[in-house]
């Protein structure tokens, strides 16, 4: 028996990768968060399956479903959004499991920021704009930063920012970073991305706080900033410049 956490994706039911939905098709037990995952996604379940919405679960319960699967002998396919392994809470689970001994494994998933940047056409690591992404959140009622990744602090690299579960937050959020990136730095606030409700508000730092507080949205949402996301002037890759080479591509001798 296994338990197998799962990429849901970030909301599009045909967002899951393969793997993920043939595993959601055969286990006979699906655990998933369904204030983040679509029922559309564990609809593929058989039919006979025991499927469990997880969001009102504290973890001693989710657990103890794991365990009575084991003890019945069924694979669980245990099912979160975007990529497990940002923000998915999986650690505390498989630590759990190592305990009791009941093998489990993990299939990737697409993140929302990916998502979020497919829908703007945005590439977040431009040529001379920003080669590094960094993906971290702020802390509202969730557990507190380590010492050294508070936004500020992260700000001072100029990078590509793709901060989580923020969007109530967004008065420190713009203050920490005003200073690294300036009042003119865009930003894309990414809601629901790929859901059929998505909506994506486009601003700046000086403006986007008054934006998203007119839209209403208070949960769910990603917060993108970086020069990337309105970069016009920007240099040419190398990877495919004329006179770069490489294994597959070698200098041609001059005739």
């Given at each position: 028996?296994?338990?197998?956490?799962?990429g849901a994706?970030?909301?599009?039911?045909?967002?899951?990768?393969?793997?993920g939905?043939?595993?959601i098709r055969?286990?006979k037990?699906?655990?998933y968060?369904g204030s983040l995952?679509p029922?559309?996604i564990?609809?593929e379940?058989?039919?006979?399956?025991r499927v469990i919405?997880?969001s009102a679960?504290?973890?001693?319960e989710?657990?103890?479903?794991m365990?009575?699967?084991?003890?019945?002998g069924?694979d669980v396919?245990?099912?979160?959004?975007?990529?497990p392994s940002?923000?998915?809470a999986?650690?505390?689970q498989?630590?759990?499991?190592?305990d009791?001994?009941?093998?489990y494994?993990?299939t990737?998933?697409?993140?929302?920021?990916?998502a979020?940047?497919?829908?703007?056409?945005?590439e977040?690591?431009?040529?001379?704009v920003?080669?590094?992404?960094?993906l971290?959140?702020?802390s509202?009622?969730s557990?507190d930063m380590?010492?050294?990744?508070?936004?500020a602090?992260?700000?001072?690299?100029?990078a590509?920012l793709a901060v989580?579960?923020?969007v109530?937050?967004l008065v420190?959020?713009v203050?920490?970073l005003?200073?690294?990136?300036?009042?003119d730095?865009?930003v894309v606030?990414?809601?629901?991305a790929?859901?059929?409700?998505?909506?994506?508000?486009?601003g700046?730092l000086a403006?986007?706080r008054?934006k998203?507080?007119k839209?209403?949205i208070?949960?769910?949402?990603?917060?993108?900033v970086?020069?990337v996301?309105d970069?016009?002037?920007?240099?040419?890759?190398?990877?495919?410049?004329a006179d770069?080479h490489h294994v597959?591509?070698?200098k041609k001798?001059?005739?």
């Amino acid at each position: 028996m296994t338990v197998h956490f799962i990429g849901a994706g970030p909301g599009a039911p045909d967002l899951i990768t393969v793997r993920g939905l043939n595993l959601i098709r055969d286990c006979k037990v699906v655990l998933y968060a369904g204030s983040l995952v679509p029922e559309s996604i564990v609809a593929e379940a058989p039919a006979d399956a025991r499927v469990i919405d997880t969001s009102a679960l504290h973890l001693d319960e989710i657990i103890a479903e794991m365990k009575d699967a084991a003890a019945a002998g069924h694979d669980v396919a245990r099912v979160h959004s975007g990529d497990p392994s940002l923000y998915g809470a999986i650690g505390e689970q498989m630590r759990r499991l190592d305990d009791l001994g009941i093998a489990y494994d993990i299939t990737p998933g697409v993140p929302a920021f990916a998502a979020a940047a497919a829908a703007l056409g945005c590439e977040l690591t431009l040529p001379n704009v920003s080669q590094t992404v960094v993906l971290t959140r702020t802390s509202v009622r969730s557990t507190d930063m380590p010492k050294g990744e508070e936004l500020a602090k992260l700000g001072e690299s100029g990078a590509t920012l793709a901060v989580h579960l923020s969007v109530n937050n967004l008065v420190p959020v713009v203050r920490d970073l005003v200073p690294h990136y300036g009042e003119d730095c865009p930003v894309v606030v990414a809601y629901r991305a790929s859901w059929p409700d998505e909506q994506y508000i486009h601003g700046t730092l000086a403006d986007i706080r008054d934006k998203v507080k007119k839209s209403g949205i208070t949960r769910t949402a990603l917060i993108l900033v970086g020069r990337v996301l309105d970069a016009k002037a920007f240099d040419n890759s190398r990877l495919y410049a004329a006179d770069h080479h490489h294994v597959l591509r070698p200098k041609k001798e001059k005739v």
